[in-house]
């Protein structure tokens, strides 16, 4: 079971979460990852707000809340687009980032967002599966827009989830 549950408010568990979340960034995008410096900074814009999904059975047998994935997203009046999403390796195939998009969609419902986007590169086949489970549909494919030397480069998908 996990529970999914906005950032933390407390100086502290914030700034702990924000660097446990830059360690996962780091499996999960190795090419790529933001660091916790980037994370802190765009979590200063009152438009970005960050989703943790916490192991469950780990908080009821120890006093310590393992964090097992996030997601980084933005709002912009009636739109609003995930930034970053992510799960630990360790607890991937679970299910966990099916439910944490389930739960943003709850809250940006809750603050009548019309429409969500994301994009996602067009080789992650689990993540575009994963995606079109949660009834995103690709709305606008970028040439060529992941670049990485010596490899051929790879489209990126735009995909959008409807609300109205």
Same mark, same amino acid.
């Given at each position: 079971?996990?529970?999914?549950?906005?950032?933390?408010?407390?100086?502290?568990?914030?700034?702990?979460?924000?660097?446990?979340?830059?360690?996962?960034?780091?499996?999960?995008?190795?090419?790529?990852?933001? *660091?916790?410096?980037?994370?802190?900074?765009? =979590?200063? +814009?009152?438009?970005?707000? #960050? /989703?943790?999904?916490?192991?469950?059975? $780990?908080?009821?047998?120890?006093?310590?809340?393992?964090?097992?994935?996030?997601?980084?997203?933005?709002?912009?009046?009636?739109?609003?687009?995930?930034?970053?999403?992510?799960?630990?390796?360790?607890?991937?195939?679970?299910?966990?980032?099916?439910?944490?998009? *389930?739960?943003?969609?709850?809250?940006?419902? =809750?603050? +009548?967002?019309?429409?969500? #986007? /994301?994009?996602?590169?067009?080789?992650? $086949?689990?993540?575009?599966?994963?995606?079109?489970?949660?009834?995103?549909?690709?709305?606008?494919?970028?040439?060529?827009?992941?670049?990485?030397?010596?490899?051929?480069?790879?489209?990126?998908?735009?995909?959008?989830?409807?609300?109205?």
């Amino acid at each position: 079971m996990f529970v999914i549950e906005a950032l933390p408010t407390n100086a502290v568990e914030h700034e702990n979460v924000i660097q446990t979340v830059a360690d996962i960034e780091t499996m999960v995008q190795p090419d790529d990852a933001w *660091n916790q410096k980037t994370l802190a900074e765009l =979590l200063e +814009q009152d438009s970005i707000r #960050l /989703l943790i999904a916490y192991d469950q059975a $780990k908080e009821d047998s120890t006093s310590y809340r393992e964090i097992v994935g996030y997601c980084l997203y933005q709002t912009t009046f009636e739109q609003a687009e995930v930034l970053r999403i992510g799960t630990d390796p360790k607890y991937q195939r679970q299910g966990i980032a099916s439910q944490v998009l *389930n739960r943003l969609h709850e809250l940006l419902q =809750l603050n +009548q967002v019309e429409s969500l #986007l /994301l994009e996602v590169r067009a080789d992650n $086949k689990a993540a575009i599966a994963l995606y079109e489970q949660q009834a995103f549909s690709v709305i606008h494919r970028r040439k060529d827009y992941y670049k990485v030397p010596h490899k051929p480069a790879v489209d990126a998908l735009i995909m959008q989830h409807t609300y109205i």
